[in-house]
């Protein structure tokens, strides 16, 4: 049982490159998010998915897309990388069908925009 | 809007000590669920604590205890006899209705160092 896998783990970007991060589930949550993770800015939301098919956006989605084709996956997109991207990504899920459970994260994704 | 306010960046204590982390929060909800995570060096996030708007009552668990308070919008984080393994970042978390669903907002943090 993976839980939540993040892929990739780590990834070097140039300013303007283009990637997506994906993020697999095999607990059959419904709730999906996408944070990042700053120095002393806690985690923020960036878009979270209610379930296939849904997303909404969170704190900071500018910048950032996704998309919830199956109920397993929710990738995050960067169009266009910027230096202010840079960050450590997580990437959850949750159990509950309201959304009011626990979360279940993935180690993480490190990004760094050049 | 929702808002979690951890006020306290970092706490240094020595073992053995008790430490309080605060956690102050901010919703036009009456129905909203309140958590705690903690982060070890590790980096892994870590579920600790979930309560929900309807549900008071302090909690207990082991060295760890929480304190909710509606009238002053407070869900504090005791840790009795702090050891080293404690040293971690914790996060207070907020979850309420939004429209496109319930959404989780975390705070900022606070760092808790436990020197032997």
């Known amino acids: 049982n993976a839980g939540v896998t993040q892929t990739p783990k780590f990834r070097v970007l140039k300013t303007g490159q283009s990637m997506t991060l994906l993020c697999a589930q095999d607990m059959n949550h419904e709730y999906m998010y996408w944070y990042r993770q700053d120095p002393g800015m806690g985690l923020r939301l960036i878009h979270y998915?209610?379930?296939?098919?849904?997303?909404a956006k969170g704190e900071v989605p500018d910048g950032y897309n996704v998309s919830r084709l199956k109920k397993q996956n929710f990738l995050l997109g960067l169009e266009s990388a910027a230096p202010s991207q840079t960050s450590v990504y997580f990437c959850a899920s949750s159990y509950s069908r309201t959304g009011t459970g626990e979360l279940f994260f993935g180690e993480g994704s490190r990004l760094t925009v050049l | 809007a929702q808002k979690v306010t951890q006020a306290q960046t970092e706490i240094s204590v020595v073992e053995k000590e008790d430490v309080t982390l605060d956690c102050v929060y901010e919703t036009r909800d009456t129905t909203y669920y309140l958590f705690w995570y903690k982060q070890p060096p590790s980096g892994e996030l870590v579920f600790l604590i979930r309560?929900?708007?309807?549900?008071?009552q302090n909690e207990i668990s082991g060295r760890y205890s929480w304190n909710f308070q509606k009238s002053t919008s407070s869900f504090n984080f005791t840790i009795t006899a702090s050891q080293v393994v404690d040293s971690a970042v914790y996060f207070c978390a907020l979850s309420e209705a939004d429209t496109g669903g319930f959404k989780t907002i975390f705070g900022a943090g606070t760092r808790l160092f436990v020197k032997a």
């Open positions: 998915s209610v379930g296939e098919g849904t997303t």
């Open positions: 309560r929900n708007s309807f549900d008071e």
